[in-house]
């Protein structure tokens, strides 16, 4: 009886098991359909303006790939568009805005972890996770009420003049901060995995606490942050409504000038698209191509360098 019993409760959670596993495969199985079906229908459009030919002011045209790719003016009548410095706009702010971001996080998160009492890494937890999920709306109005405002001041005050404070800086500061709390919160949970008996063993051979956290700790927990950096470069590359709030949506000429106007692959998607028809609708699809582009090359490159790294430590 009682063997019988047990045979019945088994039987049922393999079915459960079974039924569960169908049921996330199938979910699974959707999700990739849908992300096909929206790459191949961006890839469609954004084709037609190489390939199609588009009736201007009774004649037609098609736009030129080399010089989208290679342009250095967004456009010029009746069908030169030009993307080459959007790329070079869009890599130099997310590299910035890396270099400020990055090193903020990396020790917040060491902070919260092993440095404060834990309370208050409690409470700075909450408030990251807080900010991570803030809609991207709110930081753009954020940068238009009060980055826009202190770089504009900034600017005036080394005798430059802004475009009331849309810039580069402005757009580095902003994606910055978005990104900040999705690597944070990678790094917490990252440096939480190091081991107690390797922070353990450091302190019993003398390192002092300080040592033993940037020398055991982040060392053992690099790869885990690196992942944190790809995260937040994908939502740096990815960020439309913030940053065309800030950056200026310049419409020509690459620039290292931190207060000079800029726009990226995203706002340049954006900007005038329900205004927009023909070629220079379907064009912010060709646009949308070089992103998804770009954004998995630098995966590719990161995740390469990832693991690279985690062998050199490794030896």
């Known amino acids: 009886m009682i063997s019988a019993t047990f045979e019945q409760k088994v039987g049922r959670k393999t079915v459960i098991d079974k039924v569960l596993r169908y049921m996330f495969m199938a979910i699974a199985v959707l999700c990739s359909m849908a992300i096909a079906i929206i790459a191949v229908f961006i890839f469609y459009r954004g084709s037609l303006p190489f390939i199609k030919n588009y009736q201007i002011d009774g004649q037609n045209y098609h736009v030129n790939l080399w010089r989208f790719l290679t342009g250095n003016i967004w456009f010029q009548p009746p069908n030169l568009y030009g993307a080459g410095f959007i790329i070079l706009n869009t890599l130099y702010v997310t590299f910035l805005s890396l270099v400020l971001a990055v090193p903020i ?21 909450s408030v990251i996770e807080l900010l ?35 810039s580069v800086l402005s757009t580095v500061l902003v994606l910055a901060m978005m990104i900040m709390p999705t690597i944070t919160m990678v790094s917490v949970t990252t440096i939480k995995s190091v081991k107690q008996e390797l922070i353990t063993g450091s302190l019993a051979l003398g390192a002092s606490h300080a040592q033993t956290n940037y020398k055991v700790v982040l060392t053992s927990a690099k790869s885990g942050i690196f992942s944190g950096i790809i995260l937040g470069v994908g939502r740096a590359l990815g960020e439309a409504t913030a940053v065309s709030m800030v950056c200026g949506n310049s419409g020509a000429g690459f620039t290292l000038n931190i207060f000079d106007t800029t726009s990226t692959l995203t706002s340049t998607m ?4 329900h205004e927009t028809s023909g070629v220079d609708y379907d064009i912010r699809f060709s646009v949308g191509i070089l992103l998804i582009v770009i954004i998995i090359v630098t995966n590719v490159i990161l995740n390469t360098i990832k693991n690279r790294i985690g062998k050199v430590y490794a030896r």
């Open 270 to 273: 954006l900007l005038g698209l």
């Open 132 to 166: 991570a999920s803030v809609p991207s709306v709110i930081y753009g109005l954020f940068g238009v009420g009060v980055i826009n405002v202190m770089v504009k001041n900034i600017s005036n005050a080394v005798g430059y003049q802004s475009a009331g404070g849309l």
């Open 105 to 125: 996080s990396i020790l917040t998160a060491l902070f919260i972890v092993r440095i404060a009492p834990k309370k208050i890494g409690n409470i700075l937890n």
